[in-house]
């Protein structure tokens, strides 16, 4: 079984652009949720999805969204870039994401310039 | 915000020793679940342990969990040179399903 697959793997932005990252969860898993991670802040979770409806959302401002599609594929989309969105995005995903261990992809390395 | 704390923050072992990272909370929790993560790439579920277990093992790891003091702890045993990584522990707070909330990490180095 393929597992988390997130594209791109690296993405170089600059300030005030705006980007989208895509995450293909496991087969037949139905819940993806999102991370940010980076030195300063460590992982903070930014949102969940199952069955296409938004369950669960992290303290970010409303720069930062997502969706999740009816393959169970998730992206998000981060507006009008600031420096200190720079950080590696991680998809993560489950079966029913409750309770359950989490499936996560490589990533994606965002550089905001 | 993170909830835990995990210490300590940097370990340094020989191949052959144990390791023992701690993980502390602040909350009422679900389970608490422990990751790796190998040099800024996607995380590894490593063990998952209840609210309502106390001990739990997988391999060469040991999980304890203590619910009353709000501390985890993940021993390694007869440490190798491929478990050098950075270590999550994750809580799964009561009353809000599908979000983990991550500790600090410790990163740990096993030198041959």
């Known amino acids: 079984k393929a597992g988390v697959t997130q594209t791109p793997r690296y993405l170089i932005k600059t300030r005030g652009q705006q980007v989208t990252l895509s995450c293909s969860p496991i087969?037949?898993?139905?819940?993806v949720s999102w991370y940010q991670q980076t030195p300063g802040q460590g992982l903070q979770f930014l949102f969940e999805y199952f069955s296409e409806t938004q369950r669960n959302k992290g303290n970010f401002p409303g720069r930062f969204s997502g969706r999740q599609f009816s393959n169970s594929r998730s992206e998000m989309n981060v507006s009008t870039l600031e420096l200190g969105d720079s950080a590696l995005y991680l998809c993560?995903?489950?079966?029913?994401?409750?309770?359950?261990?989490?499936?996560f992809g490589s990533g994606t390395q965002l550089s905001v310039l | 915000s993170q909830q835990g704390e995990e210490d300590p923050q940097a370990l340094s072992i020989q191949k052959g020793e144990n390791a023992t990272m701690n993980c502390s909370y602040k909350?009422?929790?679900?389970?608490l679940q422990w990751y790796r993560q190998n040099s800024g790439r996607g995380l590894v579920h490593l063990i998952l342990?209840?609210?309502?277990?106390r001990e739990k093992h997988s391999g060469r790891l040991r999980v304890t969990l203590d619910t009353s003091k709000k501390s985890s702890s993940l021993l390694i045993t007869a440490s190798r040179a491929a478990d050098t990584a950075s270590y999550f522990c994750?809580?799964?707070?009561?009353?809000?399903?599908?979000?983990?909330?991550f500790g600090t990490g410790t990163r740990l180095q096993v030198t041959l």
């Open positions: 909350t009422s929790i679900n389970n």
């Open positions: 087969s037949g898993h139905r819940s």
């Open positions: 994750a809580t799964l707070n009561t009353g809000t399903a599908s979000k983990l909330t």
């Open positions: 342990i209840r609210s309502n277990e």
């Open positions: 993560a995903s489950s079966l029913a994401g409750t309770e359950e261990k989490l499936f």
